[in-house]
């Protein structure tokens, strides 16, 4: 499967997100700003640019049900904006850091979101409408250093982080007063908030990018050690799986199904992981691959490339006569891809179409007529 829509918005994308409708799409160039653009009449347009933040947001997420959008900044702070008429107005959120704002998501339900932070801590936001604000109680003590990614489980009460300290952990978030005690579930969900719920030490490096199924019962995340973790049974006892790779390391992950997941990150193409029939998952295919993967004996190549991109080389003009012609990448991304962002409406259990944005300043439009297209 090849790229479906190429848009070269800007030089360098920091993070993006699109509206309920898919009609617009807001991203950040790489500084304080969030710019929103719409497609007219197969053109996009840019009809909005979102002033506020001091300093580069690392982080956007748009609802699916309210339209409302979330930002999170290097300068401590997070805003979310409501749309009034034509303008988009912002709404102040306390979150008490002392660090940056390092990632951002709604919950399920969009009751809540979370922040994540090089403060070592969680922000869980929910609103107060007699303030008119965002206030937020904090998952402390927990992160020895800071928290890089998080992921709502269906269920609206667990989250899931990744962090430098190579852990992934799950918490509880159940807010007394926003939240309502679920019936006939995990145990999990009675858990006071900030209780932590399982800490998995897979990686010996830092973490990327994790995931929920969408069923809930899987959860993925990367290391950058070039492998990506997938663990069932999250809980007490749960059983885990790590799948090495040899390319470079990943930075987001994206579950399509239950049983197929994306990763993008250095290597500038999307690489499909599924899981067979008996549950054991493995790399499958590059997404934008029109050639068959290496052979063994090309790894010398292989590694030559890697240090080239980790060290700045150029990526296609490396002067090599033993080069793989095999690894020849698509081309739809010319950099690290730092983002994928599901386009699925509320209900959707299955991602057919999804998007990707890097440091090369473009987003990238990707769709799958049917899920086992990207095994072929």
């Known amino acids: 499967m090849a790229a479906v829509a190429i848009h070269q918005f800007a030089q360098c994308i920091t993070c993006h997100a699109w509206s309920p409708d898919h009609s617009m799409v807001a991203f950040c160039p790489n500084n304080n700003e ?14 909005h640019v979102l002033y506020k933040h001091d300093q580069i947001v690392s982080a956007i997420d748009w609802s699916l049900r309210s339209n409302k959008i979330v930002t999170a900044s290097h300068d401590r702070n997070s805003y979310v904006w409501n749309q009034e ?8 959120v306390i979150l008490r850091l002392n660090r940056a704002a390092l990632c951002v998501q709604w919950s399920p339900k969009e009751n809540k979101f979370a922040v994540g932070s090089g403060a070592k801590t969680v922000c869980i936001c929910y609103y107060e409408e007699e303030n008119n604000w965002w206030v937020s ?3 402390r003590k927990k ?7 998080v992921a709502w ?17 799950v918490f509880s978030t159940f807010i007394k ?14 858990a006071k ?13 830092w973490t990327f990018g994790v995931k929920w199924s969408p069923s809930g019962n899987t959860l993925a995340y990367a290391g950058h050690n070039s492998m990506i973790y997938f663990v069932d049974d999250v809980g007490p006892s749960p059983s885990a799986q790590s799948v090495a790779f040899r390319d470079l390391p990943l930075r987001d992950v994206l579950f399509v199904s239950d049983r197929m997941a994306i990763g993008v990150g250095f290597d500038c193409n999307p690489m499909v992981f599924a899981a067979d029939e008996r549950g054991i998952w493995s790399f499958v295919r590059f997404l934008d691959e029109r050639k068959i993967a290496p052979s063994s004996s090309k790894y010398s190549s292989q590694f030559s490339e890697a240090f080239g991109k980790l060290y700045g080389q150029p990526k296609h003009g490396m002067n090599n006569d ?4 095999s690894r020849h990448r698509g081309g739809a991304h010319e950099n690290c891809i730092t983002c994928i962002v599901p386009m699925i409406t509320a209900g959707d259990t299955v991602a057919k179409r999804f998007s990707t944005s890097g440091l090369d300043g473009k987003i990238v439009t990707w769709e799958l007529d049917n899920v086992t297209d990207a095994l072929r």
């Open 85 to 92: 008429g034509s303008e988009w107005v912002p709404t102040l």
């Open 322 to 325: 033993t080069h793989d012609s």
């Open 34 to 47: 969030v710019h929103i653009y719409k497609l007219v009449r197969e053109k996009w347009e840019k009809l």
């Open 177 to 190: 007063g926003v939240d309502a005690r679920a019936t006939g579930i995990s145990s999990s969900n009675d």
């Open 143 to 149: 992160h020895n250093s800071s928290v890089t990614s």
């Open 137 to 139: 109680k904090l998952i």
């Open 153 to 169: 489980h269906p269920n609206n009460i667990l989250i899931a982080t990744t962090s430098t300290d190579g852990k992934c952990r």
């Open 193 to 205: 908030f900030g209780e932590q719920i399982v800490q998995l030490d897979l990686s010996s490096t």
